[in-house]
């Protein structure tokens, strides 16, 4: 009966100091790691419409969290949209007119051009046997059975009457050989035109939508329903919230101590039991002094280097601008 307590009790020893040991080895590299104080960094933007108007609605409150696109804010834009229906109107007309330079005359047309052209040609036809009967006249009468005006008038109105047959005959060509390229080519131009000015008018239209660039907390709401707003003017001011990461100082005694990738263990005072992981995202190169946030009389009047620990936070507990306690390991991935 002795043989079995004693080797329990041998295996509870072995087992004691076993952990004995590991805990005293996690208390040493706790001991080593390389504590350091610092801040949630806070990076904001500064949203403003492009456009400039009346503010209509305003669909956010301060502290929201708004995901990337979210439409934050809306302005009057009745106006530019009748424009841009004036616009299509405008771009309708003048691709029919396009398509009617592109098609060529009507076969109607070219019947009309034609008649008008037999017309005139039976009109000088006409005149230039007047003046040929009058011509016969005159010379059978030896100029005394019709008047030098009636001659003139004669030859005036054929004259006349071959111009006008040319006109008629030139007038079809042009009908029969359809439009100039260069006449299609303007028409297409201000087609064109008439298109990327409706563009603009529906880029305009569209600015008048501001939406969330990022994931983000909403800081400040600067703008009201009713409020004139422009680009000059910002309407909201977000808080970025990924990626996050805290922002320590080093000073140049313990800089050895740091490398890109080095992991990290981030606890608040309000969640002391709490460890978020983190790694060492940025080492800056060039030293700067302590700010006046870091109050250790130690460090007041150091040269120190920023250090950015990019944190995994996936329960949000961190809040921006809050003061941590980071802790350094050994490992780096």
């Given amino acids: 009966m002795k043989k079995p307590v004693i080797l329990v009790v041998a295996v509870a020893a072995v087992l004691a100091a ?9 208390r040493q590299a706790d001991d080593a790691a390389l504590r350091l104080q610092g801040n949630v960094d806070i990076r904001q933007v500064s949203l403003a419409f492009d456009g ?32 841009a229906a004036q616009a299509k109107a405008q771009i309708e007309s003048q691709r029919q007119n ?19 052209l037999a017309a005139a040609e039976a009109d000088a036809a006409r005149a230039s046997q007047d003046l040929q009967r009058l011509q016969g006249v005159a010379a059978a009468t030896n100029g005394r059975g019709v008047s030098a005006q009636e001659l ?3 030859r005036s109105a054929a004259k006349v009457a071959q111009a006008n047959a040319q006109l008629q005959g030139q007038a079809l060509a042009m009908v029969e050989q359809g439009p100039r390229k260069e006449d299609i080519a303007a028409a297409q131009a201000q087609l064109e035109g008439a298109q990327a000015q409706l563009a603009l008018l529906q880029h305009q239209v569209a600015q008048g939508t501001l939406k969330a660039p990022v994931a983000a907390v909403v800081r400040s709401r600067l703008v009201e329903v009713g409020d004139m707003a422009g680009p000059q003017r910002p309407a909201f001011t977000l808080a970025l919230t990924q990626p996050k990461w805290v922002r320590v100082f080093v000073s140049e005694t313990e800089l050895g101590r740091v490398r890109a990738g080095q992991v990290a263990a981030v606890s608040s005072d309000s969640h002391p039991d709490t460890v978020i992981n983190g790694k060492v995202g940025f080492i800056s190169s060039v030293a700067e002094f302590t700010p006046k946030t870091v109050q250790t009389e130690e460090l007041r009047t150091s040269l120190v ?7 995994d ?11 941590v ?6 490992e780096v991935h």
């Fill in 18 to 26: 076993l952990l004995l040991w590991w805990w005293a080895g996690r």
């Fill in 52 to 83: 400039s108007g009346r503010v209509e609605a305003v669909n956010v409150e301060e502290g929201d969290n708004v995901a990337p696109g979210q439409v934050l804010a809306v302005l009057d834009t009745q106006t530019l949209q009748l424009q």
């Fill in 98 to 116: 396009v398509a009617r330079l592109r098609n060529g005359a009507r076969p109607q047309e070219v019947v009309q051009a034609r008649s008008q």
């Fill in 152 to 154: 003139d008038r004669a």
């Fill in 305 to 311: 280097y920023e250090v950015r620990v990019v944190v």
């Fill in 313 to 323: 936070d996936p329960r949000d507990q961190l809040r921006l601008g809050q003061p």
């Fill in 325 to 330: 306690s980071v802790r350094l390991l050994d």
